[in-house]
């Protein structure tokens, strides 16, 4: 008998929780962002999950109307190098700016969190979409959007040939000879391209896992074919299963156009959900967090997918779809989907706020344990995802509810590990160690 689809499982953490008002709930540690021994013990309470990795997303600029986890925070490296030694076997990934860094600082930041966690880092691949960065680097204006992921083709490129430049066994490290390195087996890259020049090599020997996992979030059309292309974990938010096989159907037969194996290439939509013993339980918490949004911040969080329009010159009440501004090529693909959204639901600006501030355009569950493991197995099985970036809206209650009740459900269904069989965040996904391409040119 065919042994069942497993599910794989992410936690996206964001200190009190993706909920933009959960800081403000009694059960939140309010400076859950900063806060290191609470942090160390979300993601302990990840790995006793058994989850495959947990996620940090970063952003390059912020104002006083950000989401509260996001005005102050861990620049990620720091943060995943503490956690990599408060866990043993969870992965450990990090967005990581293709717009404001270069090649050679991220490919030697990633490559030594891979040696410092012993093979469990990811790289999130993203272009950057808030235009506001752009002026915390020395620049007037942010790169347009497909110029942004034409920068960030050439920028893996560059990136995996410097995680290339070290074959495997390239360090000798033979006292007797004298010989500490064989040096046909270190490589410079050369590289000169549109956007990069680059010598290399890079300054860390080859690690663990080959090169950490890659990791991709577009949804737009240049995001889409850039997540084909390089990706092995997708990202995504969609709101509604119809949508999610549309978009699992779409991004595996791209996969194939690129003459890759779909089955290493794993998709996983992000979802918010809201626990409770009971669905009365739950639905109440749900309201006890729309009820705590501010007006203003509600407002800013949907502002910043509508490329920073002031929305407080709009009605509230005044149908979303029938407001007249500016198509965003900030997030595009987040702007289509909260259009969507509204004019399914013909929601007025207020409700849209309330709903984007809260999920972010994920999509949102309200009820039992056991009905979100009924909905995963549902997702997994018609063809929606390889699995989930789960994102409590609440943390820690959020999280310990989903490890303590909704994990066991999985697992007596045969959908989720009980342990772990692999030190390394590619062994708990089930991708292949990757080749070199110096050393396969050799052969």
């Known amino acids: 008998m065919e042994a069942k689809k497993q599910l794989k499982l992410g936690l996206f953490l964001a200190g009190t929780g993706h909920h933009v008002a959960s800081w403000r709930h009694p059960k939140a540690q309010e400076d859950g962002a900063m806060n290191l021994a609470y942090l160390k013990s979300i993601a302990q309470k990840a790995e006793q999950g058994k ?13 006083a109307k950000s989401h509260p986890n996001i005005l102050s925070r861990y620049e990620p490296f720091t943060l995943l ?5 408060a866990t043993e076997k969870i992965g450990l990934a990090a967005t990581g700016s293709t717009t404001y ?29 808030i235009a506001a960065a752009a002026l915390n680097f020395s620049k007037q204006e942010h790169m347009e959007h497909g110029l942004r992921y034409e920068r960030a083709e050439e920028f893996f490129e560059v990136v995996k040939k410097l995680w290339d430049s070290w074959e495997d066994d390239a360090l000798v490290r033979d006292k007797e000879s004298g010989q ?6 270190l490589h410079t890259i050369d590289h000169k391209g549109r956007f990069f020049e680059v010598k290399g090599p890079l300054n860390i020997e080859r690690s663990p896992q080959g090169h950490p996992v890659i990791i991709q979030a577009g949804s737009s059309e240049s995001g889409r074919n850039l997540a084909a292309r390089i990706s092995e974990v997708i990202f995504t938010a969609q709101d509604n299963l119809e949508d999610a096989k549309l978009f699992y159907d779409d991004v595996k037969k791209r996969v194939r156009g690129f003459g890759r194996d779909e089955n290493q290439v794993l998709i996983m939509p992000g979802i918010f959900p809201v626990l409770g013993k009971t669905e009365q339980q739950a639905q109440q918490l749900y309201d006890e967090l729309q009820d705590l949004i501010p007006k203003e911040e509600g407002l800013g969080v949907l502002s910043a997918y509508l490329g920073g329009i002031d929305l407080t010159q709009y009605p509230l009440d005044a149908k979303f779809t029938e407001l007249d501004f500016p198509e965003s090529d900030s997030v595009k693909s987040r702007y289509d989907l909260i259009m969507k959204m509204a004019e399914k639901g013909q929601m007025t600006l207020e409700q849209v706020y309330k709903s984007i501030a809260g999920t972010r355009g994920h999509h949102l569950f309200i009820g039992t344990p056991a009905q979100l493991a009924d909905k995963m197995e549902q997702w997994l099985n018609e063809g929606g995802c390889d699995g989930f970036n789960v994102m409590p809206p609440l943390l820690p209650d959020g999280l310990d509810l989903f490890v ?40």
């Open 51 to 63: 989850l495959d990795l947990i996620f940090l997303a970063d952003s390059l600029s912020v104002t």
């Open 180 to 185: 500490f390195i064989d040096e046909a087996k």
């Open 101 to 129: 860094s270069e090649p050679f600082h991220l490919a030697r930041q990633f490559s030594s969190l891979d040696h410092v966690s012993g093979g469990r880092a990811g790289w999130n691949v993203v272009t950057s979409s």
């Open 404 to 443: 303590e009740e909704v994990i066991p459900l999985l697992q007596q269904r045969g959908l989720f590990r009980k342990q772990y069989d692999s030190d390394t965040l590619r062994g708990h996904l089930g991708l292949e160690r990757p080749g070199n391409q110096f050393s396969e040119t050799k052969e």
């Open 81 to 85: 190098s503490i956690l990599a030694e």
